[in-house]
């Protein structure tokens, strides 16, 4: 009896203690900080022109600290000057096109088709008061049958012109077809379109930086022809500054988006960065093969980026950074500042 008692206190006393190591190790491994380590990555832009042309400046050199919205190098501009010319001469055309539509005939235009109405409807009036008489002299025989043919075919002609001038008074007085008047609101629009593909054009022939930066090549000099999309300058941009790091999957479970941390240099290693984990990769990277054992699930790695929050000059492409998580209580206060 005192034997078994014995061996179930040594089994509680084992369970117990197994308990309490499992418990233990895990919650160290909890306060354990984290440190991972990483490169800085900044993203650089190629600038190129949209349109083609004769490089005629490069305004900044190798080195070169700009800001965005300024000018870096122009193209010659002069064909591209004479074609926004033209096509505001055409749009201008264009234009007045669509106001004559749109107005109607002039008052003036309108009065003269009315005045040759009334003058034809009196010419005619009387050719058929000549071929009338006629008429009846031809009964009487007192004239030739080829007078009163005449006679009658002018008062016929006339007849047709003065339908003729009403038509046309007509027309004037109602105005243009609604069909010419929508072809010239359509070739407005069109001229108007040249206009503005002339003018992004023009713009187009100024190379813009899009962002703060510096300048790290020069590809391009005065007097070459860049073609459409050729690489002039490349540019460095000064932010967003990111660090690339890798966290195996044991340790995944202590990151999550957002995470303050600190990222420290082998030049300043006193003077951290403040990031947040912006971005963790849904891909395991670096997996031996398709199917792994539970041993080597624990190579995996996923791809981490940690955002900068006020990066400077010293940051610059590739440097090595170490990545630690950051005391509680600075946790807390990251945690409030970002609220």
């Known amino acids: 009896m005192n034997k078994k008692l014995l061996l179930s206190l040594v089994g509680i006393l084992l369970v117990a203690g197994m308990v309490w190591w499992y418990f233990a190790h895990n919650s160290s491994r909890r306060k354990a900080p984290l440190k991972l380590y990483g490169n800085v990555d900044i993203r650089q832009v190629e600038l190129a022109f949209r349109v083609p042309g004769k490089l005629a400046r490069v305004l900044v050199d190798e080195g070169d600290a700009v800001k965005a919205g300024q000018v870096l190098a122009s193209l010659d501009a002069t064909p591209y000057r004479d074609a926004l010319a033209k096509a505001k001469g055409d749009r201008d055309v264009a234009l007045a096109g669509m106001e004559k539509y749109h107005a109607g005939f002039r008052s003036e235009e309108i009065a003269q088709a009315k005045a040759l109405v009334e003058q034809m409807h009196a010419q005619q009036e009387n050719a058929a008061l000549l071929a009338s008489r ?195 209580d600075k946790t807390n206060a990251a945690k409030v500042n970002a609220k």
């Open 134 to 328: 006629r008429q009846t002299l031809l009964k009487t025989g007192a004239i030739a049958k080829q007078d009163f043919d005449d006679a009658r075919a002018s008062s016929d002609a006339l007849a047709a012109q003065l339908q003729s001038a009403r038509q046309a008074f007509e027309l004037e007085h109602k105005g243009y077809r609604i069909e010419d008047i929508q072809s010239a609101d359509a070739s407005l629009r069109s001229a108007e379109a040249s206009m503005d593909m002339a003018t992004n054009d023009m713009a187009d022939t100024e190379l813009i930086t899009p962002s703060d930066g510096t300048v790290l090549s020069r590809v391009r000099e005065p007097g070459a022809m860049a073609a459409s999309g050729t690489t002039i300058l490349v540019v460095s941009l000064d932010k967003p500054v990111w660090v690339r790091a890798y966290v195996s999957e044991p340790s995944l479970g202590m990151v999550h988006l957002g995470m303050p941390l600190n990222v420290s240099t082998d030049s300043r290693p006193d003077k951290p960065y403040l990031g947040k984990v912006g971005f963790i990769s849904p891909v395991a990277e670096f997996t031996p093969k398709n199917v792994e054992t539970e041993a080597l699930r624990t190579d995996l790695v996923y791809r981490l980026r940690i955002i900068v929050e006020e990066p400077d000059e010293m940051l610059r492409q590739g440097m090595p950074v170490t990545l630690t998580t950051l005391p509680e």
